[in-house]
């Protein structure tokens, strides 16, 4: 079946650590998405990338990177200069010109 | 302020109780699209919405756009218990005549549905 995976489920990171979040999709879309979940603010957009190797900042790009050498792949690197790591962070997936995005189950990063 | 201000924040019904949540943008929009959530997973689109004055139906929920197409509900009849979730709308901002390719989304509205 297709779909896309978010990996892992839950991380634990000690502050001042980067850390990679995995998101692979083996639909077939151009377009992915990285958006970021907080308690009463909805889904905030980190970066998207509407063709391999490019990818565009969303609103809340400081702190974060991404790389999309693979139509499947887009990782987030969630780096040390983000001042509040700690949230759900939610991958996506489209095929352009239609935004019904597939979304992936989600990462709960923890930064301790 | 926001540039999509969804309506409630939160909502508890009984059983078998009609709802509306409503979802307002400051700019036009290209295309409204309506999700819903379970807490803690990803989202599951629901429906998009394109033309003013445009209603589509999904089993017992209903959304619509305004003629203006600034302004989306979702209403939903007959609620039951699994439709309890988060229901959160995102919005294509109108470019000019094409898309950004990216959606902006509301703060979502929490539904609770007591049996």
């Known amino acids: 079946d297709g779909g896309i995976t978010q990996s892992p489920k839950y991380l634990f990171r000690k502050e001042g650590q980067n850390v990679t979040l995995s998101c692979e999709q083996n639909l077939n879309h151009d377009a992915m998405y990285w958006y970021r979940q907080d308690p009463g603010q909805g889904l905030r957009l980190i970066y998207y990338?509407?063709?391999?190797?490019?990818?565009q900042k969303g609103d809340i790009a400081e702190g974060y990177s991404v790389s999309r050498e693979k139509k499947e792949s887009f990782p987030l690197t969630v780096t040390s200069a983000q001042k509040n790591p700690t949230a759900f962070y939610l991958c996506?997936?489209?095929?352009?010109?239609?935004?019904?995005?597939?979304f992936g189950s989600g990462t709960r990063l923890t930064v301790v | 302020s926001q540039e999509l201000e969804q309506s409630p924040q939160s909502l508890i019904v009984q059983e078998g109780k009609n709802l509306t949540i409503n979802c307002t943008s400051s700019k036009t929009l290209y295309g409204l699209y309506w999700y819903k959530q379970k807490y803690g997973e990803g989202l599951i689109f629901l429906m998009m919405?394109?033309?003013?004055?445009e209603e589509k139906s999904h089993e017992k929920i209903t959304a619509k756009l305004d003629e203006k197409k600034q302004q989306s509900s979702l209403h939903i009849t007959a609620s039951q218990p699994s439709h309890a979730g988060i229901y959160l709308c995102?919005?294509?901002?109108?470019?000019?005549?094409?898309?950004?390719?990216?959606?902006?989304f509301g703060q979502g509205t929490i539904l609770t549905v007591h049996p």
């Open positions: 995102g919005a294509d901002i109108y470019a000019g005549g094409t898309s950004y390719g990216k959606l902006t």
């Open positions: 990338s509407q063709i391999v190797n490019d990818f």
């Open positions: 996506a997936s489209s095929n352009t010109g239609f935004l019904g995005y597939t």
């Open positions: 919405l394109q033309k003013g004055g």
